[in-house]
């Protein structure tokens, strides 16, 4: 069935109406790429209203996340659970349109975008998810998934570095089901495109890159679906971004074509703009004609999902193992006995948490055939790959190790994109002051609530040599900020253990795994069970007092053992507490907090390789924190760590000092 010309212009219509409705948003893209919308909603994308997470549907993610009355728009009129009213209620308090597109609150929104260039990242793991999915699961008499997906971006987003390392990933990945489709305009928020980016060849760069390249007038209905078309039946190793000039702010003649146009102030043309654009005086206004080819796009779209759904309980029956499989990805499962099925480490075992931290994930892949894993050029560092897992690749895109390059950004944006999908369970892993890279990734992920694990190695000074521009004394307690990510520093190999676990039956966020360089001792005076388990609460008595309680010494990571240490020399009153993870902790009861922490006891010395700002919360005013408030030094791991303080003396020197 032929699209209704008119879609576009009333598309146009309810972006216009909303943006001037609450005198707050971004009409550029949804005026100017409307013709898209038209194409994609109207039969250029692969999907079912009524059931938005079907496992086959195309993905589409709009990566200039602004521009979300593009979305909010589409959706409605192609039949989402996206209500007029909603459309209507556009950036106010709890709706489901927010100011920019929020993953899980809107039906049919793939992702949470806004910040420029991650939504093609995300694109980008959506896609490697897709082409692990389709290797994994598919077979000779059933194929489950052969779906596409779509991401819609500006020169914005091609301008921040994410999104080129992404492209670039993509194309030596050769995810030819992936497409972008770029806006192109001519201009960014401040001024035309040409004052930041110069005579820029975009072609050539995808190219470059091993991209396929297509070019239309994005005003070309016509065009662009054949485009999409083309790019769709593309099997050539090679993803497609098709260049579709458009003209921002479109259909309001004051602001089109020019930066104006980019917020909202081509909504105080409202009225003039309807009636350019063909529209009645009536406003959020939606013709009979529209609303009926839709409906029976939603019919075609039923029947497809229904046909789809006999292949899929065909494959079911014949496949019960990888039907379960799939079933635990999709349902985010975690076999309850997780830690049971993690050997444990010997008493005499001696290594870095790096290393034990390697010999946990080869369990945790086991256990758990639905986890993956990645490294920024770092594995023989970061000891994640999993063995006899085999390398992702176009030469095996069922492989469970995947090598991001040097691109953490990226990687983190791109751990997210397979999040978002569900299927996988994903981990990236570098080096921990190079969290900094990968940082926005890892907010989005917080806020996104995805589980997606961080595996950062090298976690203090104690990486010696390599000297300050590598010893992250700020990055631990810079990630405890974030709201809803759970940052983890195990103290030995079985609090590793615990906090591997804990990482993967946490289902609704992510968490950061903070592991040493330099070689730690089994605290094997304890059994492992309670170290795994305390781990898992985030903070627990690793040494009971043995009379009147007087003093607490807490401890994580490599600094733990100072606090043992320091405990035979301090007396019989002293209590010490492993405090792995303080969100954890913080999470726990009032009543297992104060059986850990009593409040009774204020004489308390706290240790970290690392800024002390955030222990306080712990010590209180009459305790006292050991941290390096500083940069660090270049010298051995052992020679940094004595020099600034990370020792078990100096915390018997601290603590006498208390009085």
Excluded at 149 to 157: E, F, K, W, Y
Excluded at 324 to 336: D, F, H, Q, W
Excluded at 362 to 372: D, L, T, Y
Excluded at 598 to 619: D, N, Q
Aim: with cysteine; hydrophobic share 40%.
């Amino acid at each position: 069935m032929k699209i209704p010309a008119q879609t576009a212009n009333e598309a146009r219509g309810l972006a216009i109406d909303a943006v001037h409705k609450c005198s707050s948003g971004h009409l550029g893209l949804p005026l100017g790429c409307a013709e898209i919308g038209s194409v994609l909603f109207g039969g250029g994308l692969r999907f079912n209203p009524a059931a938005p997470k079907w496992l086959n549907r195309d993905r589409f993610i709009l990566s200039a996340g602004h521009g979300s009355m593009f979305i909010y728009s589409w959706l409605h009129l192609s039949g989402y659970a996206v209500s007029l009213e909603e459309v209507k209620n556009f950036r106010v308090l709890d709706s489901i349109t927010p100011g920019h597109p929020e993953f899980d609150e809107t039906p049919g929104v793939e992702a949470t975008t806004g910040p420029l260039g991650q939504g093609i990242a995300n694109a980008v793991g959506y896609a490697l998810s897709g082409k692990r999915a389709a290797a994994r699961y598919n077979t000779g008499e059933h194929e489950i998934f052969n779906h596409h997906v779509i991401a819609l971006h500006g020169d914005g987003c091609l301008q921040e570095g994410v999104a080129r390392e992404a492209i670039a990933f993509a194309g030596n990945a050769q995810l030819d089901n992936l497409i972008l489709i770029y806006d192109s305009n001519d201009v960014t928020l401040d001024a035309m495109a040409d004052v930041s980016q110069g005579a820029e060849d975009s072609a050539g760069v995808f190219s470059c890159e091993g991209w396929d390249v297509i070019t239309v007038d994005g005003h070309d209905m016509a065009a662009v679906a054949k485009a999409v078309e083309e790019a769709k039946s593309n099997d050539n190793g090679k993803p497609t971004v098709i260049i579709a000039k458009t003209e921002i702010g479109r259909g309001i003649p004051e602001v089109a074509g020019t930066a104006a146009g980019h917020g909202e102030g081509g909504a105080n043309y409202a009225e003039s703009a309807r009636k350019g654009l063909g529209l009645p005086e009536e406003t959020f206004f939606v013709s009979e004609e529209t609303r009926a080819f839709f409906a029976s796009q939603q019919e075609a779209q039923a029947a497809e999902f229904a046909a789809w759904g006999e292949t899929f309980a065909a494959w079911e029956a014949a496949n019960p193992e990888l039907a379960e499989e799939l079933k635990a990805g999709v349902t985010k499962s975690v076999p309850s006995d997780l830690l049971d099925q993690i050997p444990e480490f010997g008493a005499d075992y001696k290594d870095a948490t790096r290393g034990s931290g390697g010999a946990v994930i080869q369990s945790i892949a086991k256990a758990m055939p639905q986890a993956i894993t990645g490294s920024a050029d770092l594995y023989g560092s970061t000891k994640n790959y999993i063995k006899d897992g085999g390398d992702f690749g176009a030469d095996d895109y069922e492989g469970r190790n995947i090598w991001f390059g040097i691109r953490e950004h990226a990687m983190g944006a791109i751990c997210n994109g397979v999040a978002y999908d569900g299927l996988f369970r994903i981990s990236g892993a570098t080096f921990a002051v190079f969290a900094d890279y990968l940082r926005p990734s890892i907010r989005i992920a917080a806020l996104a609530h995805l589980p997606v694990t961080y595996i950062l190695t090298h976690d203090s000074v104690g990486v010696g040599e390599d000297g300050p521009t590598h010893q992250p004394v700020e990055t631990v307690s810079g990630l405890r900020v974030i709201p809803g990510l759970d940052v983890m520093r195990p103290a030995d190999p079985e609090e590793t253990a615990g906090a591997w676990a804990a990482s993967m039956h946490r289902t609704d966020g992510p968490t950061a795994l903070f592991l040493t360089r330099q070689a730690v001792a089994n605290m094997s005076e304890l059994p492992a069970q309670v170290r795994r388990e305390g781990a898992y609460k985030g903070g627990y008595v690793v040494k009971q007092e043995e009379g009147d309680l007087k003093l607490i010494l807490i401890g994580t990571g490599s600094e733990l053992q100072h606090c043992v240490e320091a405990a035979k020399e301090l007396g019989a009153g002293v209590r010490v507490v492993s405090m792995p993870c303080v969100e954890r902790f913080d999470r726990q009861s009032a009543e297992y907090k104060e059986s850990v922490l009593p409040a009774a006891c204020t004489k308390r010395v706290a240790i970290e390789a690392g800024v002390s700002g955030l222990w306080w919360k712990y010590v209180g005013t009459e305790g006292e924190v050991i941290g390096i408030d500083r940069f660090g030094i270049s010298a051995p791991g052992n020679t940094v760590m004595e020099k600034l303080g990370m020792t078990a003396a100096n915390v018997v020197a601290v603590a006498k000092n208390l009085g």
